[in-house]
């Protein structure tokens, strides 16, 4: 409960010193989740039948017993680690600054247009199924990339300071053992994604 309380009590801290930096992330990622539902529910009608049928197969799939397990957890893990490693890349470019925000609105758009498909489609037993199937997940991966964002953001930014205190080397370290970290809770949004959603995909999603 300590260690947790100091966990959470430094990562306040490290957000309050660049609200600004996690404003604009902040801000990004919510433009995003909404383009991605206005462009789900937009989507051309042939579109919508070929995401549907593709539905449609997922749950014959689940009741045969053919998703989940360590392929879709090696699949889920290799996803949430590329767009960290993209994140960690851009905050160590001199350019890669630019690139940041739109890196967390196209994961932004990604997350919207899934939950917005799935509603839009089923009505209220699509939002049961992103409450159960895709919230899990994302409640652990979407912060931990917001982090990992605000971090490539600052880290950025500090090259360009005239008031850098510390070698690049030092600082760099720093900035790749946090990203480094982040690799923990990715890969547990992975397993949850692999091994529970499933599960409740299988209870809330025969007959549709």
Not at 159 to 165: D, K, N, P, Q
């Amino acid at each position: 409960m300590a260690l947790g309380r100091r966990i959470w009590e430094a990562l306040g801290a490290y957000f309050r010193e660049r609200m600004g930096l996690t404003a604009a992330v902040l801000a990004s990622l919510v433009a995003g989740v909404l383009a991605g539902a206005l462009v789900a529910r937009a989507a051309p009608q042939t579109t919508r039948d070929e995401l549907f049928g593709m539905l449609q197969n997922l749950f014959r799939s689940l009741g045969q017993g053919e998703v989940g397990g360590w392929s879709l957890f090696w699949l889920s893990a290799w996803q949430n680690l590329r767009w960290l490693l993209l994140l960690w890349f851009l905050g160590v470019t001199v350019v890669g600054f630019l690139g940041i925000l739109p890196v967390v609105f196209a994961r932004g758009f990604a997350s919207g247009f899934a939950v917005g498909f799935l509603v839009d489609a089923l009505g209220f037993r699509g939002m049961v199924l992103s409450l159960f199937s895709l919230f899990p997940q994302l409640a652990i991966s979407i912060p931990t990339l917001l982090l990992a964002a605000v971090a490539a953001m600052s880290f950025s930014r500090e090259l360009f300071s005239e008031r850098r205190s510390r070698g690049f080397v030092v600082d760099l370290l720093g900035f790749s053992l946090l990203v480094g970290l982040l690799v923990l809770p990715l890969l547990g949004a992975s397993l949850v994604e692999a091994f529970v959603s499933p599960v409740f995909l299988r209870l809330v999603g025969p007959g549709w």
